[in-house]
């Protein structure tokens, strides 16, 4: 009988097979997802409140996740094609 370490294990391996099979497909979405949830709340922002203030407050808020959900988008690209390309990761990355 497996235990249950084991078996988290084995689950944990088969949520994370597709990632390793198509990981820009993967990070494409998630950068997709992040950009439809920050207009989505903004939206709802503006549709809750008559508050047009607060609407704007809320969009500049929630923009350094956005940013941030980019650039780690990014990154991930970059590193992946500079090891397609036979260079070693950077040394001078900040993250």
């Known amino acids: 009988m497996k235990t249950l370490f084991d078996r988290v294990t084995a689950t944990g391996a088969a949520a994370v097979a597709p990632l390793k099979k198509h990981p820009l497909l993967y990070r494409s ?3 997709a997802l992040s950009l439809v949830l920050y207009s989505a709340g903004v939206l709802a922002v503006d549709a ?3 508050i047009g ?3 704007v407050l809320t969009a ?14 990014y990154w991930q690209l970059r590193d992946e094609v500079a090891a397609w390309r ?3 990761r950077r040394s001078g990355k900040a993250f």
């Open 86 to 88: 036979g260079r070693g």
């Open 53 to 55: 203030f607060l609407v």
């Open 48 to 50: 809750l409140t008559s």
């Open 29 to 31: 979405l998630g950068l």
């Open 60 to 73: 500049i808020y929630f923009l350094p996740a956005l940013l941030r959900a980019w650039l780690l988008f």
